[in-house]
Every structure is written in C-alpha cells, then in structure tokens.
C-alpha cells in the first residue's frame, strides 16, 4: 500500500518559518491535503489541493508540492500552532484514502 | 452550519462489539461520503472504511476487512460503524469526517469530535 512518510517531530522558535515534510513515491501526480490536530480535538483541513487554504485559516499556512516531497509551511510562527499535522492523499491502487505518520511541532 | 455530532464514549470487553453514531446536520447528507478513521493513543489517523451517501456502496481497509459494518440511515442524517470481535489494540478514538463524493480526491472537509473506545478487560 502506499507509504506517506513525515518526520516525526520539529521544533520552532516563535516567529520563525516551520516546513513540514511528506514524501511519497509519485507525490507529484497526487493531490495533497494537510491537517493540523491539536491534543484532545479532531484534525481540521489546513491546506487542500496542495496549496489551497480554507478561508479560516490565516495566511501563515501555505502547501507546496516538488519532485517526491509535499512541504507545509507555516510562517510566523506562533504558541498556538503547535500541534500534530498529517499529509494526506489518496492511493490511486485502492481509492482509498492514506495519511502520513504526522509531525508534532513543537514551538520553543 | 455544518455539525457532525458522534455518540458518547464506550468500554467494551475483548471479544465484544462496539457501535458508533454520528449525526449531520446543516449540509445534504447524501451529497457527501461519510469516512471512519480512528487514532489510537499517541499514533496516526488510520482510515477505516467509507461509505458513499448517494448509492450506500461501502468500502473498507483490508485490515477491517471482516471486522467493520458501515451504515447510513438517510432518513435521520446519521452513519453509524460497527467494529466486532474487539481487541485491546482497537482502544481509540474513532472519528467520522466527510468528502464531497463528487469531487476528484478530496479532503476531508469537517470531522466529528471522536469517540473513544476503550478495550478491557
């Protein structure tokens, strides 16, 4: 099955700019979605399509996509980012949906 | 707005079978596919299986293969998932997040607030 990898943690000073990582086989040919999840909530979209941001959440948030790596970014960065983000995609072979590993960021 | 609203927490005792609710509201509920995914303690979001709310067709993870019933009453916008033959590694949370079933790979667009299930004995 298909294999979404992140790393599993990252650490960030406030103000500084955290990209998150997701590598796939092929990442390029799919489309991308990213979620954070804050301790004891549900994940919410924060990047779709890649690079597309719900209209709630601020601008700080950005998705790109090159070669075999998805990257969020998040600029600013502030103490109330931090929490756990999952990429997402769908696995062409099955049509069903796959998450990565998730990445705990952690704001110094 | 959109709401989906799960059933409250369950024990459940290994062997045993546990069901989950989740109630919409504020959207056409066939219009969309209800997913299950769960997450269990300090890990990642596992998806589970799916069902679409136009036809009801359902699909499921081959690891939930034998073990996973999903269902949808349209008449009371609610999906329910039964997981059977209950282990301790199914302690989770277990969360129903929707897709627009006509769009091409979508995202999962709102979530539920979870429900955990706890497997003891």
């Known amino acids: 099955s298909y294999v979404l990898t992140q790393p599993p943690s990252l650490s960030v000073a406030p103000g500084q700019t955290a990209r998150i990582s997701c590598g796939g086989d092929n990442i390029g040919s799919k489309s991308v979605h990213w979620y954070q999840q804050k301790p004891g909530q549900a994940p919410v979209v924060v990047i779709y399509?890649?690079?597309h941001r719900p209209s709630h959440i601020p601008e700080r948030f950005s998705g790109s996509k090159s070669g075999n790596t998805a990257t969020l970014i998040i600029t600013g960065v502030e103490a109330g980012d931090e929490a756990g983000f999952y990429c997402q995609v769908w696995d062409t072979l099955t049509a069903h949906p796959v998450f990565g590993g998730g990445t705990k960021l952690t704001v110094l | 707005q959109v709401q989906l609203v799960q059933s409250g927490a369950e024990v459940k005792k290994p062997g045993a079978s546990v069901k989950v609710s989740c109630r919409a509201s504020?959207?056409?509920?066939?219009?969309?596919?209800m997913h299950w995914v769960r997450q269990a303690p300090g890990k990642s979001l596992e998806w589970m299986a799916s069902?679409?709310?136009?036809?009801?067709?359902?699909e499921r993870a081959q690891s939930f293969q034998d073990r996973v019933t999903i269902m949808m009453d349209t008449s009371a916008n609610t999906a329910q998932m039964e997981l059977s033959d209950l282990r301790s590694e199914d302690t989770a949370v277990y969360y129903c997040?929707?897709?627009?079933?006509?769009?091409?790979?979508?995202?999962?667009?709102?979530w539920g607030q979870g429900t955990l299930v706890t497997v003891s004995s």
């Open positions: 399509y890649d690079s």
């Open positions: 997040a929707r897709v627009n079933r006509n769009d091409d790979a979508p995202q999962f667009d709102y």
């Open positions: 504020g959207y056409t509920f066939t219009a969309y596919s």
């Open positions: 069902i679409n709310g136009g036809n009801h067709y359902t």
